[in-house]
């Protein structure tokens, strides 16, 4: 067994563009950050709906500032 060069008429094989592996490589990592941000999770859009949901609670939360005076009180006793 040794090491297989070309044959002298053969040209080496092209290599991608820079721009075109850069592209390939950002793709493939999005597709992994998103199968691992799945990963375990049946219904992804319904997870998807549900945080969304919660976000727009939050916000709403945040932008209608503190509870007016004389609101209910919890105590523990």
């Known amino acids: 067994m040794g090491l297989c060069f070309p044959c002298p008429g053969e040209s080496a094989p092209p290599s991608p563009d820079l721009e075109e592996k850069r592209a390939k490589l950002a793709e493939a990592a999005e597709r ?24 727009k609670i939050e ?9 007016p005076e004389g609101g209910l009180r919890w105590t523990v006793s």
């Open 32 to 55: 992994r950050q998103k199968e691992a941000a799945s990963r375990g999770i049946l219904d992804v859009q319904s997870v998807e709906q549900k945080r969304k949901k919660k976000e």
């Open 59 to 67: 916000k709403q939360i945040a932008t209608s500032g503190p509870p």
